[in-house]
């Protein structure tokens, strides 16, 4: 009697399968983008800025200076360089994320770009990986802008203040494979609310931004020890601080981690998506 046995389907867990053709999808969200790059980079830098003008001149005038912790001893700093130097990692995160969850989830399940875009020689993991690639650029070109009225603004002159960018796009990338998760998961725009609510806006407040991480209580601290806001808060501080981070690779370890470990997983959760 022959049998014929039918070809197993790859397991969604497997490694990633990438090429080079990740290239064109990024190109192609570069060239819709280009027609809105107006209004998209102003949504993206004003609330950041009027976050910074509100609570960092008008809080700062009553604050005054923070003490921090550094690795040469406590240090005073002027609360608008504290807050700047959080708020810059903030708007990366957000922009990163509002891209990988929103428009990401458009082009996924509303517009259905990513079936046209697979009746080319170009696999979901390749379209995965350029839509994380593609929202860690707008943060990147976000947190530029930003920087620049920060520059204007005289709120730092440090001359490390350019090794903060390579830092804002890992932390982009780091987001943007967190956001790309709850992207897999969505059924609708309504879900990434529990996204905002449950992880994201609590870590805005535990993670340093707005006040020094001391004031926590102990075990809440330890957790925020684990936040990757946190790892990219204490990267980026220290150089508008014309400084060198404390335990600068503990810090990107943990943004590593969690982009391994959340890019493998949105993967996975996408193919699984795809496969009904």
């Known amino acids: 009697m022959n049998t014929t046995t039918l070809p197993r389907s790859p397991s969604p867990w497997a490694p990633p399968r990438l090429s080079m053709r990740w290239w064109p999808v990024f190109l192609r ?11 998209s980079l102003v949504g993206n830098i004003a609330e950041p800025l009027m976050w910074l003008i509100a609570f960092g001149y008008g809080m700062g005038a009553l604050v005054g200076q923070v003490s921090m912790s550094t690795p040469q001893g406590t240090v005073a700093v002027p609360y608008i ?8 990692c903030m708007s990366a995160m957000n ?23 697979m009746n080319a020689p170009v696999s979901l993991d390749d379209v995965v990986l350029a839509e994380m690639l593609w929202a860690a650029f ?15 603004l005289g709120i730092s002159h440090s001359p490390k203040l350019l090794l903060a960018l390579p830092v804002l796009l890992g932390a982009g990338i780091t987001f943007s494979c967190i956001a790309l998760v709850f992207n897999a998961l969505a059924k609708g725009y309504d879900f990434f609310t529990y996204y905002f609510t449950l992880f994201l806006t609590p870590m805005m407040f535990l993670s340093g931004v707005f006040f020094p991480r001391e004031q926590l209580p102990a075990v809440v601290r330890h957790v925020s020890d684990w936040l990757p806001l946190t790892s990219a808060v204490e990267l980026v501080r220290p150089l508008f601080m014309d400084q060198w981070p ?3 690779w503990l810090h990107a370890g943990v943004l590593l981690a969690y982009t391994v470990g ?15």
């Open 246 to 248: 404390a335990h600068g």
């Open 95 to 117: 922009a990163a994320t509002f891209e990988a969850l929103y428009s990401a989830f458009s082009r996924m399940h509303v517009q259905k770009t990513w079936d046209g875009i």
């Open 262 to 276: 959340a890019f493998w997983l949105a993967l996975a959760l996408t193919r699984k998506r795809f496969a009904r």
């Open 81 to 88: 360089l504290f807050l700047a130097s959080g708020s810059i």
């Open 138 to 152: 707008k943060a990147l070109f976000s947190v530029t802008a930003i920087m620049v009225v920060m520059l204007g």
């Open 29 to 39: 969200n570069l060239l819709v983008w280009r027609k809105l790059a107006i209004p």
